[in-house]
């Protein structure tokens, strides 16, 4: 039985109200164009595999073979929908279809000009890079996706391994190019994704007689390349440089809205180094603290590409000192500060630097806060759960940063007016002032 194909003119408006599809409903589909606002695609409503959806993708299925009975309607829409956003080209093709269908339809100039359109084929390219050897770059469907929502407008349409090419060829940011560092660069994959502030080093003629010596293999970006290890930063000059790499890169390979957020991430390193003397354990955890945030903002743009909902400026607003999981690091460099060997480097470093006023009583009020937190059993209480939110510990008795959870008699008003001013408020069940 021969399939009649329609084709469907789906635009952004259609996933505000109403879909053209029913979530119960499984479609056929195959994407044959995108525009900034809207995208084109065939629809083969008379399949005899009702309930049957394969999708092909540049490098992978998005859904796995025996997963694909389950693809309903409600998929697909999202999934065009993120077509719609530019994030992807998805391709769904009914497995069953004959390659003579396939040709049929595509040659339907008439119907294309019915619909004010021209139609354009699925890009060779596609085909072109599954074909190249397994040293060449393989994204997955999640980090494409991602990629098309970070990347400057200059290199959008080009292959994973073009933009290898491109990153590895620019001078503009200077950074060490590491294939494995522009892996990860191409998807933002800092934190728990491996990447580092402390892998991004200058690539001075020191790097670079150090790189020759190596022998890093410049050809090979497979993903069995492993990341260099990260070095130790010391200063937080050296934090503050890895971003200002991290900002010259932006420019020549990200877009506007991610390039501000590095700009952010750069402006708020700056305020952290005006607010004291730095040791290296305090740098590391500092570093640690950005990298964090590094991955949530990667997080929320993997939530646009899933569920189109955008979370990036929540993230950009925790640069701020008041962000909760800053102020536990500051917390836990006042406590290392507060050991023997750690007072030793810290009279080593004030004797090195001077501070201007503004900056000492900055570094005060945060030193008088946590030295007025509550204890118990040794232990300091945690800041987050004497607010509303909590801490975000799953356990109510275990904090995830090591403090302790109590609810303490007698509360200071510095740290009471802090929580009230920074972290929501405080928690109801804590004692009023008395």
């Not at 349409?157 to 294939?179: C, D, R, V, W």
């Not at 991610?258 to 003397?277: E, S």
């Not at 300091?380 to 109510?396: D, E, Q, Y």
Request: with cysteine; proline share 6%; net charge neutral.
């Amino acid at each position: 039985m021969r399939m009649h194909a329609s084709l469907l003119l789906v635009r952004p408006e259609d996933f505000l109200s109403s879909s053209p599809w029913h979530p119960d409903q499984h479609a056929y589909v195959r994407v044959l164009s995108t525009q900034p606002d809207h995208v084109v695609v065939q629809d083969f409503p008379g399949s005899m595999h009702q309930g049957q959806l394969w999708l092909n993708t540049v490098q992978e299925r998005a859904v796995t073979e025996q997963d694909a009975n389950t693809a309903t309607g409600e998929f697909l829409r999202k999934a065009v929908c993120g077509v719609v956003r530019g994030t992807y080209v998805y391709e769904y093709l009914d497995r069953n279809k004959r390659p003579a269908e396939s040709s049929d339809i595509n040659a339907r100039p008439a119907q294309r000009r019915a619909l004010g359109m021209e139609i354009s084929a699925p890009p060779a390219s596609d085909a072109f890079e599954r074909s190249q050897p397994g040293t060449n770059f393989r994204p997955t469907t999640l980090q494409q996706a991602v990629h098309g929502l970070i990347v400057h407008p200059d290199y959008t349409g080009k292959t994973p391994s073009e933009n290898m090419q491109l990153m590895l060829s620019s001078s503009a940011a200077g950074i060490n190019p590491h294939p494995a560092i522009l892996m990860k660069l191409f998807d933002l994959a800092f934190g728990i994704r491996g990447l580092s502030s402390a892998n991004l080093e200058r690539f001075d003629l020191s790097a670079q007689r150090q790189w020759r010596r190596e022998g890093v293999n410049m050809n090979n970006f497979a993903t069995s390349v492993d990341l260099p290890r990260p070095r130790s930063l010391s200063t937080m000059a050296e934090l503050f440089e890895a971003f200002s790499l991290l900002q010259a890169f932006g420019m020549r390979f990200y877009n506007a809205t991610t390039q501000a957020f590095i700009t952010a991430a750069m402006g708020f390193a700056a305020t952290i180094t005006g607010m004291g003397m730095w040791n290296a354990s305090a740098v590391d955890l500092i570093t640690f603290w950005f990298d964090g945030v590094l991955d949530d903002y990667l997080r929320a743009i993997e939530e646009m590409v899933v569920s189109g909902v955008d979370n990036r400026d929540n993230i950009r607003q925790r640069l701020t000192k008041s962000d909760p999981d800053f102020f536990n690091t500051m917390h836990l460099i006042h406590s290392e500060a507060s050991a023997p060997a750690a007072k030793d480097q810290g009279r080593s470093d004030r004797s090195a630097t001077k501070r201007s006023p503004a900056e000492s009583k900055q570094t005060r009020v945060l030193q008088d806060i946590i030295a007025a937190l509550p204890s118990q059993n040794g232990k300091s209480v945690c800041l987050k759960f004497l607010t509303r939110a909590g801490c975000p510990s799953r356990s109510p008795k275990r904090c995830m940063f090591g403090r302790a959870h109590f609810i303490p008699e007698k509360l200071e008003p510095v740290v009471r007016q802090y929580i009230n001013d920074n972290m929501g408020g405080i928690r109801r069940d804590i004692p009023p002032d008395q």
